[in-house]
């Protein structure tokens, strides 16, 4: 028969009735602890150790202090012999003439260094001058180049005006010079014929072609009133040229009558001699030549003239266009009526005009490769200007930029330099003062 037996297993923890925490006061290292856990303890054991080297180091430096104190304190209370008195006052003369040296090599250094500032703002003052002067300089000389550039584009328009003309001129040339042969294997009653045709044509185109230039100027009553807008800057760099002009249109106006009289008394017959014809064609020859005069004053006249806000340069230009027109019809018909006569006054072979017509053309084709030639020198001319212009502003950049360094150089020695003078007087001041402290500690000094 088996016993039962009833157990409770308890777990917990138990706790020190009379428990103190053990503490220090200062913050040493614990080298011996003299009992171990559960030992038992009494008043005034010596429970456990600290470092002690810290606190002897302490006490015997306190003492070293205490000791050196009582020597000076010592030296203060024994009256000083004579030795002593006159190191003292030796001391103090050496002090003194040492001050007095002191005082006179910082007042030697201080107008030294106010010399070298001196010199250095007057260095600044000299390169700000340059500066200015070298801007200027630059501003001046690139605006010259600009004004020599304007100049010289005006040059490549004149020539390319030249070219168009020459060009313009050749055409027509070989158109004329087409006529010509043609007219000389037509039969010369109808060179006659076709001569009054065009003598019919040229008093037609006459008044168109002098209108153009009677409202340009505003030389007749008719047209006087239009050009009131910039009749102030028409050929005002010149205002003789502008008379000019009236003049040669009141004389060509006259001349035009005398050729539209005898044409008007050829036309109405049903015949004519080649004499009348000859004489009818000559006026009319000398009609056009002083148009082409006329032209050139004209033509001047408006080289003459001065733009305004109101009075463009465009318009200038648009005019002067019309101008060369007026001179390009004029020197056409000239053209045309010196060949006709020439064809009526000669019975030469074909072979021989045909001749005389490359010739002709030929030499207007020179006139054209000389005018290209102008205006290919005169483009080059303006782009070595341009070039000219451009590597000058760069090397003014450069200048400026060269010039600015040194001088901000300049600004920053001279601050350098015065923060050394500072550096420097008070290194010297705090000397003199501890080379003075230092004799007066040996001695008397008043």
Known sequence: MWDLEKTI?????????????LRFNQQWEVTVVNVKAWDTVKKWDIIAE????????????SQISLSNSRLKLQALLDEPDETQVIQAQNSIKSTKDNLAVSKQ??????????????????????ARQELEKLKTDADTNENQKEVDIQLQQKQVSQKQDSLDLANSQLVLLKKQQWKNLWDSTVNYDKKLSDAVSDVRWYTNDFDKLIENI????????????KNDSYEVYLSAKNISLKSEVQNDYYEIQNLFADCKSSYNT????????????LTLLNKYKTLFSKMMEMWDVAKNAMYATISSSSYTESTINSQLSTV???????QSNYNAINSTINSLQTTDELSLLQEESSNTITKQEEAVQSAELDLKNAQQSLKTLEDA?????????????TKETSLQKLQ???????????????????RDRKSTRLNSSHGYIS
């Open 214 to 225: 009677d409202i340009i100027f505003g030389i007749s009553d008719k047209n006087k009133w």
């Open 105 to 126: 090599e910082l007042e030697k250094l201080k107008q030294t260094q106010e010399t070298d500032v001196a010199n250095s703002e007057k260095n600044i003052e000299i």
């Open 389 to 401: 212009l451009e590597q000058l502003k760069t090397q003014n950049d450069i200048n400026i930029k």
């Open 266 to 277: 050829i036309s109405s017959k049903t015949s004519y001699s080649k004499e009348e014809i």
């Open 9 to 21: 297993k308890v777990v917990w923890t138990a706790e020190l009735i009379d428990e103190q925490e």
């Open 412 to 430: 920053d020695d001279l601050t350098n330099t015065l923060k050394t003078n500072q550096v420097d007087l008070t290194t010297k001041q705090n």
């Open 324 to 330: 060369t027109s007026f001179y390009s019809q004029a």
């Open 50 to 61: 600290l470092d002690q080297t810290d606190v002897e180091n302490s006490i015997k430096q």
